[in-house]
């Protein structure tokens, strides 16, 4: 008897887990305590520093999880700055996020304020480890390629981490996280100490990578590791537009037209979407086989503006 009261209870649990959950994606968050743009909050004043207006938008739409993707706090993230001026504005989710490490975190020496702040949010202080959220599995990585023991190219403690939990991974949908964009059209273009990363990502049809680092939003098709579409790829969102600043590549750099728009060039392939002009959060609803998506920029003509959804392989 004891035993069917057990198995009926365990049923019932797993019955009660949801069946699509909400993500809250955005990196580049806080500006230093002493940054003199603070002064300059306001879109009228230059926009910069919009860190507790962007976070009111991720309160807002009450996720599941904040993922953040790194940068937390600039500029020197000090004890005192993440509980000054992180705390008030994402930190009302500390509790809910799962924080990836930016390069802003390694200012501090191993990142050891990062790590003191978010506790036992961090699974590893190793910067990568996965973990489950709804029915999706959730891959954290670090592309901080230096401070990571063995870097982040084939063969590393990493990658053939990353191998191992994919080989056990039983879940149909999969995304994964890492500070530096593999892809992008943004100041820094395509990162390649993520290659091999991405490439193992592809190998096992991992379904989306998420990036910060760059100061802007964006969107790119699923790609394979040559950058060329591929209806398997992984499909890579940038979302850097936590607050700090957002800002258009300079035009006219063999990569970008006159108006700052990206131009594609060979390994550097065009986004389906992008913004340069606006902070602001990704939302994932995340399904048991599909996800939808819905960019939420701050004081734009439209409240959501890139949308649209698909299913897992």
């Known amino acids: 008897m004891i035993i069917v009261i057990v198995a009926l209870l365990l049923v019932r649990c797993e019955s009660s887990q949801p069946a699509t959950v909400r993500v809250v994606a955005v990196g580049d968050m806080d500006c230093d305590p002493a940054d003199p743009d603070m002064d300059k909050n306001t879109k009228a004043l230059g926009d910069l520093c919009r860190h507790k207006a962007v976070s009111d938008i991720a309160v807002a739409l009450n996720p599941t999880i904040l993922l953040g993707l790194g940068d937390f706090q600039y500029e020197l993230p000090k004890a005192a700055a993440y509980r000054t001026v992180y705390g008030p504005t994402y930190g009302r989710l500390l509790n809910r996020t799962v ?36 029915k999706w599995h959730i891959l954290v990585l670090n592309s901080n390629c230096s401070a990571v023991t063995g870097g982040c190219g084939t063969g590393s403690p990493q990658q053939e981490w990353l191998v191992e939990d994919l080989k056990a991974n039983k879940t149909k949908c999969v995304l994964a996280a890492w500070h530096h964009p593999r892809w992008s059209t943004g100041i820094n273009g395509p990162d390649p100490r993520a290659a091999d990363l991405y490439k193992t990502l592809f190998d096992y049809k991992v379904d989306l990578v998420l990036s910060g680092h760059e100061a802007d939003y964006e969107r790119f098709a699923p790609l394979n590791p040559d950058g060329t579409p591929d209806p398997h790829g992984v499909r890579q969102f940038v979302i850097g537009t936590g607050g700090q600043a957002h800002y258009r590549p300079a035009p006219n750099d063999d990569t970008h037209d006159e108006q700052g728009n990206p131009i594609s060039t060979t390994g550097r392939p065009t986004s389906e979407y992008v913004d340069y ?19 939420h920029p701050l004081e734009a003509d439209s409240a959501v503006t890139d949308t649209g959804s698909a299913k897992c392989y």
């Open 277 to 295: 002009d606006h902070h602001g959060v990704l939302e994932l609803d995340l399904s048991p086989d599909s996800y939808k998506w819905s960019f």
């Open 99 to 134: 924080p990836v490490f930016g390069n802003q975190e390694y200012k501090i020496q191993d990142a050891n304020t990062f790590t003191a702040y978010f506790g036992n949010r961090i699974m590893d202080k190793k910067g990568y480890w996965s973990q489950q959220v709804g």
